[in-house]
């Protein structure tokens, strides 16, 4: 059986270390290279605790893509990193599971073009938790029911946007649907009633202890609804992550969400 060789990009991360340990309990795919500007020349088993495995951290994207000959490139980087790269993975027709957020809907349209022309796979997600995917659906079925709704969302201090991706597409997903935006009302703290988007009012948490975890909350006459999904370890991502992997080889297009190869 040939296996999907697999470049991680971000190594070094949290969800780069994750992923390493992922892709070794894989018998369909290998990990023929991992680029990150931190950490370099250190064994990415090593960082990922599951001993040496003899791949070593490159800072020379180029040096990897051209040695590593890979199929695919699995990117947990962060928007700048991302936006700079890019035009190389797609020079080298490689095919994209995304897990960077930060991205702007003009630059996942101009990306899903690109795709097509080239015929490459590609899966942006904001979440790779399959719970946190069903909540999403959950919610825009909720949604359907309930025109007043808020969402809160809270991760760790490390996060660089907000709001989070998740909370995002949780809300366009939502808007489709007909949800009431919420007048802000007089704010004697300027935020103190968060941000708005897509009809939907976002509060963003970053706290020492969270992970991910989102809750998107329904008022109605007489009741509240709430929606909520914990990941509560980055290995939570992984089974999605995986699923993305081979989606985008085995099926190649463009794919915004995880859902959108669930049949949900």
Do not use: W
């Amino acid at each position: 059986m040939e296996r999907i060789r697999v470049l991680l990009s971000g190594a070094a991360g949290k969800m780069g270390r994750e992923v390493v340990r992922a892709l070794f309990l894989e018998k369909d795919m290998v990990l023929v290279g991992a680029y990150d500007q931190r950490e370099i020349g250190q064994d990415v088993g090593n960082l990922a605790g599951i001993g040496a495995v003899g791949i070593k951290v490159e800072s020379d994207l180029e040096k990897v893509v051209v040695e590593g000959n890979p199929q695919v490139v699995c990117d947990f980087t962060h928007a700048d990193a991302l936006r700079e790269n890019l035009p190389r993975f797609l020079a080298h027709r490689l095919h994209l599971v995304i897990g960077t957020t930060g991205l702007s809907l003009l630059e996942l349209e101009k990306l899903r073009k690109d795709c097509e022309v080239q015929n490459l796979g590609c899966m942006v997600a904001p979440n790779f938790a399959l719970g946190a995917v069903l909540m999403m659906h959950f919610a825009r079925l909720a949604a359907r029911y309930f025109k007043h709704a808020e969402i809160i969302e809270y991760h760790h201090p490390q996060k660089k946007d907000a709001p989070s991706g998740t909370a995002l597409k949780t809300a366009e997903g939502m808007e489709k649907e007909g949800i009431v935006l919420e007048d802000k009302g007089q704010e004697l703290v300027p935020g103190a009633r968060g941000g708005q988007y897509h009809g939907l009012t976002i509060h963003s948490v970053r706290l020492p202890g969270f992970v991910a975890h989102q809750e998107v909350i329904f008022g109605g006459e007489g009741q509240i609804l709430t929606i909520r999904h914990d990941s509560l370890n980055r290995s939570s991502f992984m089974p999605g992550v995986m699923m993305a992997i081979r989606k985008v080889v085995h099926e190649p297009r463009f794919y915004y969400g995880l859902d959108a190869i669930l049949e949900l």
